[in-house]
């Protein structure tokens, strides 16, 4: 550091037009497109674009990649949507920008009181969100370079948004990018009755269509789809396929999302139809009571599974009706009960969420009453397993009403925890086993259930 008051010599900067290529190589190597730049490091990078030409199209297509339009600060959304409109619709130095999108996500979510009244129909800031002039713009305007596409509200309140309230232009946006050549992850969340003929024409492998769980509503003319060979797909139940023979045959990651008993059997159903190909399953079940697991059909029948997580978020129950009785565990213990090593199968995950009334004590999820936990010890840790690396179990308890204050969050998740893996002492010797067990307390509101 120079003493203060003194300067080197001032020496003339001669504007270099080309770097080399081997120093080039070396600059955008470290660019790699998966690398996420923080805050300080794009505003180092944009502020360099005029080195070279070949310089700014390397910074360009990191800068540029992904492009994630949000609502986290009110407004901003839509400045951001008008500003990216303003640099794609520009004679400028960064009119090469849209080549450079290849991920392009909306997301909008609307964050309600539960206390308050439901609202029907759009609220003026989802509205001025989704039917933003800018909006259909940006999509058409980038939808050939697309490979990712992502459209979400996430509303916490059943708002109507259907597909037939959208305006023309963004229909037509949303029909362009689905039929990119390009495009191979969709990922379109709350927009309601999408036509039969919205998967028609696509290149995707990946697909998530998905209503609001709450609100759930299928109807016959709009819930079957044609849709091309998927390699992942998400489903909620709201849309099914026409062709199970062309849509599932390479399926290699499924994850479903079921809250009654016809939607569990047809996430099976899949399931069975994918055997030979699947190497991810996440299964979520969002309901009361227990879902029947079938009846006839072991893990062992999906041979290259390498990833079996099984989700069960539990509504509000009795002190007498909650987890561990209640949890699936034998149904989950048929399942894995196989005749056959699962030579492949590296990684279990099993996560409870469920909802209990106050009045509790410290030990009222005791593992020792629950003999089922000891026998899935029993059978992870036999030699149809071996292939294992990891084992999780996930409890998270959230407690509904005016806290006792006799009843200690902190000290029922350590309690609970030491217990639970005192039932699996074969797979931890093994070095296998995770719990992690949570608590918390919430006010309850009358006639709210989860």
Not at 8 to 20: G, I, K
Request: hydrophobic share 40%.
């Amino acid at each position: 550091m120079l003493p203060h008051g003194h300067s080197e010599p001032h020496t003339p900067v001669t504007p270099t037009r080309n770097l080399p290529e081997e120093l080039l190589d070396l600059i955008t190597s470290e660019l790699a497109p998966d690398l996420e730049l923080k805050v300080d490091q794009r505003l180092a990078l944009g502020s360099c674009l005029s080195v070279s030409r070949s310089f700014r199209y390397h910074a360009l297509s990191k800068l540029f990649r992904r492009v994630r339009i949000s609502n986290e600060d009110p407004k901003r959304g839509q400045r951001r949507m008008a500003l990216l409109h303003q640099i794609l619709a520009a004679s400028t130095m960064l009119e090469t920008v849209g080549p450079h999108i290849k991920e392009l996500s909306f997301f909008f979510e609307k964050k309600m009181p539960i206390s308050e009244p439901q609202i029907r129909g759009l609220s003026t800031d989802v509205r001025e969100f989704i039917f933003h002039e800018s909006l259909a713009y940006i999509i058409k305007k980038v939808h050939l370079n697309i490979i990712r596409f992502a459209f979400e509200i996430l509303p916490c309140s059943p708002f109507d948004i259907r597909w037939s309230r959208l305006t023309p232009d963004l229909q037509e946006a949303l029909l362009s990018v689905t039929r990119s050549p390009y495009l191979k992850s969709l990922d379109i969340r709350n927009v309601r009755f999408l036509p039969a003929t919205f998967l028609n024409g696509t290149y995707i492998t990946d697909l998530r269509l998905q209503q609001y769980p709450h609100n759930l509503i299928t109807d016959p003319e709009y819930a079957k789809l044609d849709c091309p060979s998927l390699e992942c797909l998400y489903t909620d139940h709201s849309y099914h396929y026409k062709d199970q023979m062309t849509t599932f045959t390479n399926l290699k990651k499924f994850v479903a999302c079921s809250r009654f008993q016809e939607d569990f059997d047809e996430a099976w159903n899949i399931i069975k139809f994918s055997a030979s190909t699947l190497e991810q399953i996440r299964i979520e079940q969002y309901n009361l009571a227990d879902l029947m697991f079938p009846s006839q059909f072991r893990l062992n029948q999906v041979s290259n599974l390498k990833s079996f997580t099984h989700f069960r978020r539990q509504g509000v129950s009795e002190p007498d009706n909650v987890p561990p009785r209640d949890i699936s565990l034998g149904g989950l213990c048929e399942l894995l009960d196989v005749s056959t090593p699962m030579k492949t199968l590296v990684r279990i995950n099993l996560e409870f969420t469920f909802y209990a009334l106050t009045n509790l004590k410290e030990d009222f999820l005791h593992p020792d009453l629950e003999p089922r936990w000891s026998r899935l010890d029993e059978i992870l840790s036999g030699p149809h397993f071996s292939a294992l690396e990891h084992v999780a179990i996930i409890i998270h308890t959230i407690v509904v009403g005016i806290r006792d204050p006799s009843f200690n969050v902190d000290t029922f998740s350590a309690t609970t925890a030491v217990l639970l893996k005192s039932c699996f002492p074969r797979t931890s010797a093994k070095k296998l086993f995770k719990t992690t067990i949570t608590a918390k307390t919430i006010a309850h509101r009358p006639g709210h259930r989860q």
